[in-house]
């Protein structure tokens, strides 16, 4: 299914990423948490993998993403990155992931660092999605965007504009970085508007529930720490059970926030923890219902 026309029947599209085991993980770990998943009412499950992106992340994305659709009947989204990738790698890649019956794919260039050696075939997502497309038009392509400008661009006002390259390129929906300020997110959105974007964009949210995660978060995306998000990690920061608790609620306020000035997706990045994950799905559940209810009226 083309996830592009949950849109036309739904006010709001919810979804969840999920990532396969680090090497040092059993793979068994990937399947419980997708078994525990199972029940959530998500319209589409996304699978990314490492920055690498090696034939052997591009093989498993492509095993999971295979496994949601025919033992769970969850659409797939598979991330494909291309940095680190020759057109010929990405060409098998689509042969698989055609061959498993996989169609939304999410292009992404890929994080540059040391563990990535570009292959100089592609340098950016929408280079991406214009080969995804020409391989085979049936293909739904999603691009990712930046509410607090992608690290690359001087100002936001570029990176929207880079942006519109991934949509003329094919890109028929967006998924944000996460990020903590919806203030932020609103900001962009009024920008991407007077730009003439008119795709349907999931916000992504990350439920921060231990100490762990803050330095780790923040230095991969670059995301700023609105005060009242500082304020309650601090709070709670030497008790792991109310941090946790905190984190989740803070996730749930945010949600509804945007649910209530009119988000047309919310993309949850489960950090394949399925009780947070159910937690938070549990608590917004019947307010997606309501407002897709009123979108069938």
Not at 26 to 45: E, H, K, W
Not at 110 to 125: I, L, R, W
Not at 243 to 253: C, E, Q, R, S
Request: proline share 4%; charged share 20%; aromatic share 8%.
């Amino acid at each position: 299914m083309n996830i592009a026309n949950l849109f036309q029947s739904k006010k709001i599209v919810y979804s969840l990423e999920v990532f396969p085991p680090k090497k040092t993980s059993s793979v068994d770990t990937i399947y419980n948490t997708l078994y525990g998943l199972r029940g959530l009412p998500a319209d589409f499950i996304s699978v990314t993998y490492g920055a690498g992106g090696s034939d052997t992340q591009r093989s498993k994305t492509c095993e999971i993403a295979s496994l949601i659709k025919s033992e769970y009947q969850i659409e797939p989204v598979s991330h494909l990155t291309c940095l680190n990738s020759t057109k010929e790698d990405i060409r098998q890649t689509l042969d698989s992931l055609k061959a498993n019956g996989i169609q939304n794919i999410l292009a992404l260039r890929g994080d540059k660092g040391p563990a990535v050696t570009p292959k100089n075939d592609f340098t950016h997502a929408n280079e991406l999605a214009e080969f995804i497309k020409a391989y085979d038009p049936s293909f739904n392509v999603l691009g990712a965007c930046y509410p607090e400008c992608h690290c690359d661009s001087e100002t936001i006002d570029q990176d929207i504009e880079n942006l519109k390259l991934k949509i003329e390129a094919g890109a028929s929906h967006l998924i944000t970085q996460l990020f903590f300020n919806n203030n932020h997110f609103y900001e962009f959105m009024d920008k991407a508007i007077q730009k003439g974007i008119t795709v349907p964009i999931s916000a992504g949210i990350m439920p921060i529930i231990n100490k762990s995660q803050i330095e780790r978060t923040v230095s991969m995306c670059g995301a700023s720490l609105p005060r009242a998000f500082s304020t309650m990690i601090n709070k709670y920061a030497d008790d792991p059970q109310a941090l946790k608790d905190a984190g989740i609620a803070y996730a749930v306020n945010q949600i509804i926030d945007l649910i209530s000035n009119d988000v047309r997706g919310i993309h949850l990045y489960t950090m394949n923890n399925v009780e947070t994950a159910s937690r938070i799905t549990e608590s917004i559940e019947n307010i997606i219902k309501s407002q897709n209810r009123i979108t069938k009226r």
